[in-house]
């Protein structure tokens, strides 16, 4: 098996590369792509910055009083994400996705994801019949997590890996939409889950915002070679024949040169060593 039979295919990687050279990888989203103005821009590249200072912060174990201060400042001033600031085509996007999640998922799955203060994701599962006992989700910021508990119970606050370190749950399902470029923070999250279960979902989101000049495409080799290192587990590429997981009508993995989104199946594999 090569490096491209992986979750991302070959032609995704060509389309890939095509849209890096139009749109060149930049230490922050390729904002102009996302929104609708100037003032948007603005705003979602603040956000960015405040999302990857938080981010660090969160991910520090022992902190000094001025940083335990800052990051208190940080969740105070409220969620990074918000998508009323998109274009129509992401916001398409991200729905096609919740749809991808809840189409390779079963809706009596227990599943853990990511979700903004607008609750898209906790909605969509909710609207096509997920238990909301089977939902969990975690979130840095006070008051999304204050929204998400209004739909389900399962809302939990603090970094995604520190609650999945903390649950004693065998997820079926895991969307971790977290919408950073950063591949050791995703790699944070992924050690803290033990994939266990004979089928396991899993859908990634990677933004072009790099911490280290990194490219995309690098970052996402890096996260599959990670995914195909782990013992006892076999991986298959969803975005490699959509069909074949009722993936239907037209699917989109990457979106205006900013973001990768693309989910695996995880078998555990009993003769893998
Ligand atoms: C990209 S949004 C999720 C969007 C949602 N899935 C949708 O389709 O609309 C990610 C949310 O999780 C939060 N978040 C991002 N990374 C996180 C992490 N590692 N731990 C906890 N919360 C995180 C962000 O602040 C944001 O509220």
């Not at 990051?71 to 274009?87: E, H, I, K, P, V």
Request: proline letters at 3%.
């Amino acid at each position: 098996m090569t490096l491209l039979d992986g979750a991302i295919g070959t032609s995704h990687i060509i389309a890939l590369l095509g849209l890096l050279w139009l749109f060149p990888v930049s230490s922050s989203y390729s904002l102009p792509l996302f929104t609708t103005n100037a003032r948007n821009n603005q705003l979602i590249h603040k956000s960015n910055s405040r999302q990857s200072r938080l981010e660090h912060l969160t991910s520090q174990s022992d902190l000094n009083s001025t940083e335990r201060l800052e990051l208190t400042g940080l969740r105070a001033r409220g969620d990074t994400y918000n998508s009323s600031l998109f274009t129509e085509t992401h916001v398409h996007f991200k729905n096609l996705h919740n749809t991808i999640f809840s189409t390779l998922t079963n809706i009596d799955d227990t599943l853990f994801y990511l979700d903004g203060p607008q609750s898209t994701t906790t909605r969509h599962l909710l609207a096509t019949g997920y238990d909301n006992d089977k939902l969990y989700t975690a979130n840095y910021f006070g008051e999304t997590v204050a929204e998400l508990k209004r739909l389900i119970p399962n809302v939990f606050e603090g970094s995604a890996s520190e609650v999945l370190k903390s649950l004693d749950v065998n997820f079926d399902g895991y969307y971790l939409d977290s919408c950073t470029g950063s591949t050791s923070k995703i790699i944070e999250i992924l050690n803290t889950i033990t994939f266990n279960k004979p089928r396991t979902v899993l859908g990634i989101t990677l933004t072009n915002s790099s911490p280290d000049g990194s490219s995309i495409i690098n970052r996402v080799i890096e996260l599959n070679q990670w995914l195909y290192s782990q013992d006892g587990v076999k991986v298959e590429s969803v975005c490699d024949e959509p069909r074949r997981w009722g993936v239907e009508g037209e699917v989109k993995f990457e979106d205006e040169g900013v973001v990768v989104l693309w989910w695996v199946v995880l078998n555990k594999d009993d003769n893998r060593t």
